[in-house]
């Protein structure tokens, strides 16, 4: 039986009629009986009934309708998703990263290569938490994910076992405000304040807001923070910061010009920050392109010094 019968089938019962069906189906009158008489002999059933007009179909011909249609619908909805995976992989390895990453790392570390690697972000990954990309990374649906990685031991939620990685670099989260009209932090983490500091934080779950918040426990005299807005997302954070509702730990890199202008100020000084890892995973299965990629990496000048450092 082929998929070519079952769309034959589902013709046959659109149209009512053997001719229309089989010029529909681009075959003569009498290849198209045959196919559908082969059908009926697959199933040992009669499926449709020639003694009325316009045909019709008979019980068993109802039910083998919806198998047809189901079967067709599957098979074509496969064809586009190999037809997409096709194209992702000639568009390049794909590359799961936060927005932070995509918009202040990747081009800086691509810059550093003489032949850049041929990368494809994923930017549906920009909306998730660090747990969803090894999924993803697992369900190959994407080739590498970049991720900040905390310094010191923070417990996971998922396991990375079934991972390689590369260190790539360095970032830090630095404590930002904006500014009073003299030029000081209008939320200052030194010296310490005896009311509550409005805090844009990091999604609850995140990887990055169980750093910081091991950070600031280890480091001892920490504020109260009165949490006003959870994201995911830096941008959005830095968004409701530079507005003045709080204060945000953000990538450095994000915030550079910022500091620079005096648009936003640190907050605090340097034992607030949060040193970070950028990583960059694979899946130990071998892949041609991503090998040529932790080849490179392990034999380049960049795998010696990392970028930022």
């Not at 998730?128 to 923070?154: H, I, K, N, S």
């Not at 936003?264 to 899946?283: E, K």
Request: aromatic share 8%; proline share 7%.
């Amino acid at each position: 039986m082929e998929i070519r019968w079952l769309e034959d089938f589902i013709a046959l019962a659109r149209t009512r009629h053997f001719s229309r069906a089989a010029e529909e189906q681009n075959v003569t009158q009498p290849t198209f009986s045959r196919r559908i008489k082969l059908l009926e002999d697959d199933m040992g059933a009669i499926l449709v009934n020639r003694q009325t007009l316009p045909l019709s179909l008979t019980p068993e011909g109802e039910e083998f309708l919806r198998l047809c249609q189901e079967v067709t619908r599957q098979v074509a909805e496969t064809r586009q998703r190999l037809g997409s995976l096709a194209e992702n992989q000639a568009a390049g390895m794909r590359l799961a990263a936060s927005q932070s990453l995509l918009a202040n790392f990747l081009p800086e570390w691509l810059a550093g290569w003489s032949r850049p690697p041929d990368i494809t972000p994923y930017l549906r990954a920009t909306g998730w938490l660090t747990p969803d990309y090894f999924q993803a990374l697992g369900r190959d649906e994407c080739d590498l994910v970049m991720c900040y990685w905390p310094v010191d031991e923070v417990p996971m939620e998922f396991d990375t076992a079934d991972f390689d990685y590369r260190r790539l670099g360095t970032e830090r989260l630095v404590p930002v405000s904006l500014p009073t009209q003299d030029g000081a932090p209008r939320f200052a983490l030194d010296p310490p304040s005896h009311q509550p500091l409005p805090l844009i934080a990091y999604h609850p779950r995140s990887m990055v807001n169980a750093a910081l918040r091991r950070h600031l426990d280890a480091r001892g005299a920490a504020p109260t923070f009165n949490v006003l807005n959870e994201s995911i997302q830096s941008g959005n954070i830095r968004e409701l910061v530079g507005l003045g509702y709080g204060i945000g730990w953000l990538p450095e890199r994000s915030v550079t010009q910022a500091l620079t202008s005096g648009r936003l100020v640190l907050a605090g000084n340097t034992s607030w920050c949060l040193p970070l890892d950028i990583r960059l995973y694979r899946r130990h299965v071998a892949q041609s392109a991503v090998d040529a990629l932790w080849q490179d990496l392990d034999g380049s000048v960049m795998s010696k010094r990392d970028v930022g450092t």
